[in-house]
């Protein structure tokens, strides 16, 4: 399954999100065969903190206008032809154009300004680490969203991050008279961008927000988060356990921090077998995340569908940014989303499945200039997954045989739709997928199915009409797709067989 954003002006990133759906591949993953106990908690955490001095830094862009908050005072400053007169934004030292006190006066600019600067103090809050800094625009009548962000501020000083700042995406829109005067003041929907790094970040981590903004007593506050869409980190929906291994981030809303520790060497052990056959151009540090539930990863993930997500272990999803000349490597911030009801069931074998596949997503993907075929994508990450796993080839392609049975082999190389949860069984295509991969590794070898694959990840191969992939049919394995097909489906029947 797989998400883009269209391409923006001047840059390329997409956000993908891949199913590292483990539909249990063979029985000898499932609980009471091997199951890895956790071990007691007693490892310090090795946290490091670089917040970057520049993370208060705000821009504004609204209404064709560019107002960088650190250099433009709000003291007294017209803005849009409006009237300038004084009041004060709680905590920050700083005034800001008001008008009248209903909502229809209140001019975009003015707003805008107010709730940047507000904005502005609270991400220098969280680079200074001070609470009451970040609590002090908060609306202190609005008594269980403070309780909830001073919370959320705490589990902020488990995290290493690097950068942390707002972006105001509009000029908003003013609630309803109801709500206002529930609110006791002038109250707008104003949309937020969050831009943050971790250290393993090597591209911002990018959530929308809808703050509901309140003037009241002359003063601006936040009041809420909940009248609008707002993206979700864990943070944000409970107590967090942040552990670091040597190649890896876990947060985790499991209390147990021997858990944590557990996914930490883990994912280090993973990110040791992918760098053995993908190779160490990569950031080589992976981050996890553990929600609660399917409904906490659902939200995670801005899904409303979770019912599909049963047939999920886990995904690996994140922004990417690609340079449109092809020169400037790509820059990434994938998270490893687990499903808890699913992967708390696995035992050694399939965690070791599980995460393995996922990091070789992270790795591809902080790699490659394109996206290869989905069935290359995760075929590959299964290769290697199961590399020295133990299983059988026959385990592997356990879920291909009911296909098989039913009379309806593969036609063709599973398509994208064949991966989509929501529309249906999709372990098959995964056992399907593997087996093209392990026959090109069967033909031309192990590193002729890694050329294989960059080859089918380089747009700059292919001449008009061409796809990268075709090209890689031809020069890797001197065949066409069809004939390949061909061989895939007898090698295939001799695995379910």
Known sequence: MVYRVHPSRNCRTDRQTRPGAHPIPDPALAPGHGRVPARAAGRASTLRRTLLAG?????????????????TPVNGTALAGE?????????????????????????????????????????????AEDRDAWLSPV??????????????????LRL??????????????????????????????????????????????????????????????VSSDADGKTERD????????????????????????????????????????????????????VVLLVPGDREHMAELLGRADTDSLDQVAAVTTGPMWRDPAGVLP????????????????????????????????????ATMTAAPPLWLEEGFADYIAYLGSGLSDRAVVRDARA?????????????????????????????????????IARTVGKDGLLRFYRTASDPTVARTGD???????????????????DRWREYLDSLVR
Not at 471 to 476: C, M, P, Q, T, Y
């Open 403 to 439: 296909e098989f049975a039913r009379g309806t082999a593969p036609v063709g190389l599973p398509e994208v739709e064949d991966f989509e949860p929501e529309r249906g069984p999709i372990a098959s295509a995964y056992a399907e997928a593997w087996a093209a991969c392990d026959l």
């Open 55 to 71: 993370a208060s830094c705000l821009l504004l862009a609204t209404m064709g206008l560019t107002i960088d908050l650190s250099r």
């Open 139 to 156: 609306d202190p009548a609005a008594r269980a969203f403070r309780q909830t962000q001073g919370l959320v501020f705490d589990r902020l």
């Open 330 to 365: 790509p820059r990434t911030a994938d998270r490893i989303v687990v499903n808890p009801e699913v992967f708390e069931d696995l035992n050694e074998i399939g965690r070791r499945v599980v995460l393995t596949h996922e990091t070789t997503h992270v790795a591809t993907r």
């Open 83 to 127: 009237r300038p007169s004084s009041m004060s934004v709680p905590g920050t030292g700083q005034r800001s154009p008001s008008t009248s006190s209903t909502s229809s006066a209140v001019s975009a600019p003015a707003r805008t300004t107010a709730l940047g600067s507000l904005l502005e103090h609270r991400a220098a809050a969280v680079s």
């Open 467 to 485: 796809e990268p992939v075709d090209v890689a049919f031809r020069a890797v394995l001197g065949t066409s797709q069809d004939d390949f097909e």
């Open 160 to 221: 290493p991050i690097v950068s942390w700042e707002y972006r105001v995406a509009g000029a908003g829109e003013p609630l309803p008279a109801e709500r206002s005067a529930r609110l006791g003041g002038a109250a707008f929907l104003m949309e937020v961008q969050l831009r943050y790094r971790l250290e393993p970040d090597t591209q911002d981590v990018v959530r929308t927000q809808f703050l509901t903004v309140v003037r009241r007593d002359g003063n601006w506050y």
């Open 234 to 285: 864990p943070w944000d929906l409970g107590p967090v356990t942040v552990e670091t291994g040597t190649r890896s981030l876990v947060v985790s809303v499991d209390p147990d921090r021997g858990a944590a520790q557990d996914l930490a060497e883990d994912l280090d052990a993973a990110a040791a077998r992918v760098d053995r056959v993908w190779g160490k151009d990569w950031a080589r540090t």
